[in-house]
């Protein structure tokens, strides 16, 4: 790990979780997510109240969303709260994070200035934020969250960042505790499939360290330029050794599948070619056979199929796999309503 703070490990808290921010699920314990685990599955069975009667949620859109702005928006109104949602550069400022900036150009407002009042008039404030995928050394500093999580006085919820989408890593864990029950020793693949453009590693980045933290025998297939970030994989790598296990990385799709219990295809962009399309275009091209078939299930058996979406088809995977008995794309897409209602329950 480098010397600079790494985003990746933080503290881990001590099963309180009122005022905590949610950004990354690897910086709460095993018994924290859980606890949350449990509260989703309560509110899925139709009970948990309406702890957010009389509070208001901001939601920051910086990236468009289906899924993540549905299910908050619903999730805050069946908890008797009220979403606030807010799109900055359209309907609100665009806003500045640099420190120290001078602001003479078109961002009129500073984070620290839209945080501090927010906090003021909200409960909790939930960001969305893509990377560019112009410069790795920059995207990598996740500098909205970064900036939401520095000034706000008020719990910040991460709807999905450079680095990560701890909502859908906890609806991944609650569907796959659904269909397979305790994941320890389960192996799962997540791997890299094709598609017509670069995509952010957050989902990939959330999914390996929820799978590792929970005892998952992971394997990573990729084509030989997609690695994921070394730091994030050096964690993987430690948390599977703390059950004995040893993390497997291939670079062949086939071979990953054998006898899987779960196989989650995501696209992701190329460190090796971060920020140069043209140049990753023509290497990406090659791969067009990184698609999840029918045939390809067949090799992991009773493997459920997942995917966070929005998914294209017959490109990451068949009509045949997305339609089909195997998938859990729907259950997954629900579960981000019940974790949600758990997540924004315990933080407030």
Request: hydrophobic share 40%; charged share 25%.
């Amino acid at each position: 790990m480098s010397g600079r703070p790494s985003p990746l490990e933080e503290p881990v808290g001590e099963l309180s979780l009122k005022g905590r921010h949610f950004y990354n699920l690897a910086h709460f314990s095993k018994r924290e997510v859980e606890s949350l685990l449990e509260a989703a599955f309560e509110f899925k069975r139709g009970g948990g109240g309406l702890p957010l009667a009389g509070k208001s949620v901001a939601l920051l859109f910086f990236d468009p969303s289906l899924r993540t702005r549905a299910s908050m928006e619903v999730a805050i109104h069946q908890l008797g709260g009220q979403a606030v949602v807010l799109q900055p550069g359209q309907g609100i400022w665009d806003l500045e994070f640099e420190e120290g900036a001078v602001m003479d150009g078109s961002r009129p407002e500073h984070v620290k200035d839209a945080a501090a009042v927010l906090s003021r008039y909200v409960s909790a404030v939930c960001v969305r934020a893509f990377p560019k995928l112009q410069n790795w050394e920059e995207d990598k500093r996740d500098k909205v969250l970064k900036g939401f999580l520095q000034h706000s006085r008020v719990p910040v919820i991460n709807l999905e960042s450079c680095w990560f989408h701890p909502c859908q890593a906890l609806a991944d864990l609650m569907t796959l505790r659904e269909k397979v029950g305790s994941l320890e020793g389960k192996k799962v693949v997540l791997s890299w499939a094709c598609h017509p453009k670069p995509l952010p590693m957050a989902v990939p980045n959330s999914f390996a360290l929820m799978a590792s933290q929970f005892g998952c025998q992971l394997t990573i297939a990729r084509p030989p330029e997609y690695a994921l970030d070394p730091d994030l994989v050096e964690l993987v790598r430690r948390n599977m050794e703390q059950f004995g296990l040893k993390f497997r990385e291939t670079t062949s799709m086939e071979e990953a599948l054998e006898d899987a219990e779960a196989v989650y295809p995501k696209s992701w962009g190329s460190l090796a070619f971060y920020g140069r399309w043209e140049a990753e275009k023509a290497v990406r091209g090659r791969y067009r056979t990184w698609i999840v078939d029918q045939e390809q299930m067949n090799r992991a058996r009773a493997a459920c199929f997942m995917h966070c979406l929005p998914i294209r088809r017959n490109v990451e995977a068949t009509d045949g796999v997305i339609d089909g008995p195997q998938s859990l794309i729907l259950q997954q897409a629900e579960n981000r309503l019940h974790t949600e209602k758990a997540v924004l329950s315990a933080l407030l």
